[in-house]
C-alpha cells in the first residue's frame, strides 16, 4: 500500500513539474530534489548519532555541487531538506545519502520545483 501510494505520489509530481517547466523558462541545468530522511524510529536520538558519525554523513552531505534551499525537522518523522543541483551530479547526491544516511534514516526523493513564481503569476492574473 505504501509502495503504491509512494508510486502515484512520484508519478503526479513528475508529470505536474514537467507541465509547470514547459510553462517557465528553466534558468540552467539544475534540478531541485527534496529528500526525505525518516528516522529509524527504532533508535533513539543517540544512535542515530552515532550511525551519522560512523558514516560520515556530514562530510558527505550534501555534496559541494548542491545548494541547500531549505532543511526542516519535522517532529517525529526526521528530516526533510531540499536541495539544487546540476543534472550531472544527481550520482554524487545519491551515493551521499546511500553511504552516509542509510541506518540512521529511510530516505525518500521527489523532485521538486518553485511554485511561488506560478502561483504569484496565476494570482497577478485573476485581478
Not at 81 to 86: C, E, H, L, Q, Y
Not at 89 to 102: F, T
Amino acid at each position: 500500500m505504501k509502495t503504491t501510494i509512494a508510486l502515484l505520489t512520484a508519478t503526479f509530481l513528475i508529470s505536474f513539474t514537467l507541465k509547470c517547466q514547459a510553462q517557465t523558462k528553466p534558468s540552467s541545468d539544475s534540478l531541485m530534489i527534496t529528500i526525505f530522511l525518516k528516522h529509524q524510529q527504532d533508535k533513539n536520538l543517540k544512535a542515530l548519532q552515532q550511525i551519522q558519525e560512523s558514516n560520515k554523513l556530514w562530510e558527505l552531505f550534501p555534496p559541494k555541487e548542491a545548494r541547500v534551499i531549505s532543511w526542516y525537522v519535522m517532529m517525529g518523522i526526521g528530516q526533510v531538506v531540499t536541495v539544487r543541483i546540476p543534472a550531472h551530479a544527481l550520482r554524487a547526491l545519491n551515493l551521499s545519502i546511500e553511504n552516509g544516511a542509510w541506518g540512521a534514516f529511510e530516505t525518500e526523493f521527489y523532485p521538486t520545483y518553485d511554485y511561488v513564481p506560478i502561483w504569484k503569476n496565476n494570482m497577478k492574473s485573476k485581478k
